[in-house]
Nanobody, 114 residues
Framework: EVQLVESGGGLVQPGGSLRLSCAASGFTFGSSDMNWVRQAPGKGPEWVSAIVPGGGSTHYAASVNGRFTISRDNARNTLYLQMNSLIPEDTAVYLC???????WGQGTQVTVSS
């Protein structure tokens, strides 16, 4: 059974940081490009970041470039998103998704508010 389980979300003040994790199982995580996608209340999904299987190449949406860092640990089948300098516009459900197989997690809520 394929599973992608996100964790690490929560409530944080503007300017704060969070680190999201996505634990993968049931497919060949180490050979799949992986993505983070977010969905804010009342809006459609927004692609946030992507990373190639070996981790040597990463890509970011303009809205998060310079503040967020995607990484992965293939030995642990885990994807990460380090989020710094958070702003209220980052409030959303954050989901991880695999290119290979098109699998999605259920998401973790991130709320940035004072």
């Amino acid at each position: 059974e394929v599973q992608l389980v996100e964790s690490g979300g929560g409530l944080v003040q503007p300017g704060g940081s969070l680190r999201l994790s996505c634990a993968a199982s049931g497919f060949t995580f180490g050979s799949s490009d992986m993505n983070w996608v977010r969905q804010a209340p009342g809006k459609g999904p927004e692609w946030v970041s992507a990373i190639v299987p070996g981790g040597g190449s990463t890509h970011y949406a303009a809205s998060v470039n310079g503040r967020f860092t995607i990484s992965r640990d293939n030995a642990r089948n885990t994807l990460y998103l380090q989020m710094n300098s958070l702003i209220p516009e980052d409030t959303a459900v954050y989901l991880c998704a695999s290119e290979k197989g098109g699998f999605w997690g259920q998401g973790t809520q991130v709320t940035v508010s004072s």
